[in-house]
């Protein structure tokens, strides 16, 4: 008797061991696939997911959906592979405060204060590349705390897959990043850069950068030794190296000495043949990073130009300090920044990098997506988004920067194998659109669902809006005068009233388009600060100063703001 209650209990253990283990099973059926290994789209399609891959792929007549499988319907959308931003650093936030080697503000907000602050604020950060379709991102460089983001990456579900490095190896060290922990570390010998690589292996680096920086009257073949002594002691390791290379002779250097990627444009002159020779025959990964000069002058200049799903889901905080240099008095900024603000020019696309991106695109040189995100106006997140608008302004159809945003950062990663495409046996990495991307590029921030791994996520349970989020997306579309972003807060049907009238002097977002519109027109450079904030539950109170006025004035005012699904239903302002 006993020997068969034993065997019985056995029994209900192993049957409930092995319920426990069977992999969760999900069926994403009838949307159109976007392949990206050069098939045609298959519309009317089934995936199969089963545990954290893809079991089967096919169309919904071929397909058998297993039974007990969660079924997610897709009618009516697109699905394509996760997306994957090649070039971002998470020891920077994108906001104003983040560089104080190029503009120093320490005087404001300390680089201790910074720091901590991207260490609070990295589940956020992690969240927000998720909610843009973003599963996989590869960190160009920084401190050593880098090889912990990773970890809590891989701990946390809710975060894209990360590939890392440590500290720049550099031929030039700022001294405004020199911490206890810096992020770029200059070597003057091979010797040197040898023992830094040897320093980061025990952390299991995905790759190894360089940041080659030539200054003064040296050239970058003087440099040459140093190249070539982090080369070899990365790739007697297995590891690929990444290099900071923006100029001609510099790249030409790096990739002669063995780098595998170039992480930035060419951006000082035109590629040559032999060039592009020596990046096919190297197989050398080029990510080009249109976005991240341009975005520092458009800082710089008080002219941003924010993409719609950087006003949607960039940190609205971060954001808001992009255009502190309007409330900043003048004396405080850096006399070389203070210039460009006062004197600012238009800025625009930077071309010669444009072109050399499609003639290496041309070439067949495998092109990588990436933005440089947490550099100073580059948000992590979103700004892939505006990176994919100067791709296309370069040249590239919407089906090639797709495949460029999938498979080319699967390539850089090294991980081509399991990431990029859709097909049994890769991770279960993808995204649910509302609308065709290749008809529309920016249909590719029409994020419906997105997946990690067989985990499904959808951007706003990723990323909830409070009250205060709304309004301050409200504040930061109308710092920069963006009229679209600006009545996109504000529902259907808004009223705006003055405190103690019942009848509102403007209703509806066209009165409110045509209002501001003009206002706009006639004050280029108001600003609006937010003094003091007080959130309660779906109200918001902001106390504001708005300057920049046409006339010079400066107005103080109070406003109340109601919020109700998402969006300003009624404001009120004290007269």
């Not at 843009?132 to 090889?147: E, L, R």
């Not at 297995?238 to 002669?256: D, G, K, N, P």
């Amino acid at each position: 008797m006993r020997t068969k209650l034993l065997l019985g209990v056995w029994l209900v253990v192993a049957t409930a061991a092995a319920a426990v283990a069977q992999p969760r099973t999900i069926a994403l059926v009838g949307g159109t696939l976007i392949h990206t290994d050069g098939h045609e789209p298959l519309p009317n399609a089934v995936v199969i997911v089963e545990g954290e891959r893809i079991a089967k792929v096919g169309l919904l007549e071929d397909v058998r959906i297993p039974d007990g499988a969660e079924v997610i319907r897709a009618v009516g959308k697109w699905i394509v592979p996760g997306l994957i931003d090649a070039h971002i650093h998470f020891f920077q936030s994108g906001g104003l405060y983040t560089r104080p080697d190029v503009i120093d503000l320490r005087t404001l907000v300390s680089y201790d204060e910074e720091r901590a602050a991207i260490d609070a604020r990295l589940p956020d950060t992690f969240a927000r590349y998720l909610a843009c379709g973003i599963t996989s991102v590869a960190d160009m460089g920084g401190p050593f705390w880098n090889f912990s983001v990773r970890e809590r990456a891989q701990a946390t579900a809710a975060a894209p897959r990360v590939a890392i490095t440590g500290p720049l190896i550099s031929t030039y060290q700022p001294d405004a990043l020199t911490t206890e922990d810096p992020p770029i570390l200059k070597v003057h010998t091979p010797a040197e850069a040898e023992a830094l690589v040897e320093r980061q292996v025990p952390h299991k680096p995905d790759f190894i950068k360089i940041w080659f920086i030539v200054q003064g009257e040296s050239k970058p073949a003087d440099h040459l030794p140093v190249i070539r002594a982090v080369v070899e002691a990365s790739h007697r390791h297995s590891l690929r190296v990444a290099v900071h290379a923006t100029e001609l002779e510099t790249a030409r250097v790096a990739v002669e000495a063995g780098a595998d990627i170039l992480v930035h444009s060419v951006f000082d002159r035109p590629v040559d043949e032999a060039f592009v020779a020596l990046l096919k025959e190297r197989r050398v990964v080029y990510c080009p990073t249109l976005l991240v000069m341009g975005r520092y002058r458009e800082v710089f200049t008080q002219q941003l130009r924010l993409h719609a799903a950087e006003h949607e889901r960039g940190h609205p905080g971060l954001v808001s300090t992009l255009f502190d240099l309007r409330r900043i008095p003048l004396e405080q900024i850096p006399a070389r920044r203070r210039v460009l603000l006062e004197k600012p020019e238009p800025v625009e696309s930077p071309a010669v990098a444009l072109a050399n991106l499609k003639t290496l695109f041309d070439a067949g040189v495998t092109i990588a997506a990436g933005t440089d995100a947490g550099n100073i106006g580059t948000l992590h997140g979103p700004s892939l988004f505006r990176e994919f608008e100067l791709m296309a302004e370069a040249g590239m159809q919407p089906i090639d920067i797709l495949r460029s945003a999938t498979v080319g950062g699967a390539v850089l990663m090294g991980r081509g194998d399991e990431l990029g495409q859709i097909r049994p046996g890769m991770l279960a990495d993808l995204v649910v659109l509302g609308a065709d991307p290749i008809r529309d590029l920016r249909n590719l921030n029409r994020v419906h669902l997105v997946m990690k791994g067989g985990q499904a996520f959808r951007p706003t349970d990723l990323v909830p809006e409070s009250a205060g989020d709304v309004v301050q997306r409200q504040v930061n579309a109308y710092n920069a005068r963006d009229l679209e972003a600006f009545v996109e807060t504000f529902s259907t049907d808004v009223e705006l009233f003055w405190l103690g009238e019942r009848k509102p002097y403007a209703t509806g977002r066209g009165e409110l388009r045509t209002r501001y519109g003009r206002f706009f027109a006639e004050n280029p450079k108001v600003h609006c600060e937010v003094v003091r904030r007080i959130c309660q539950s779906s109200h918001v109170i902001d106390q504001e100063k708005v300057t920049g006025l046409a006339q010079g004035e400066v107005l103080e005012a109070t406003a109340i703001y109601q919020v109700e699904l998402g969006r300003i239903r009624r404001v009120w302002f004290v007269r």
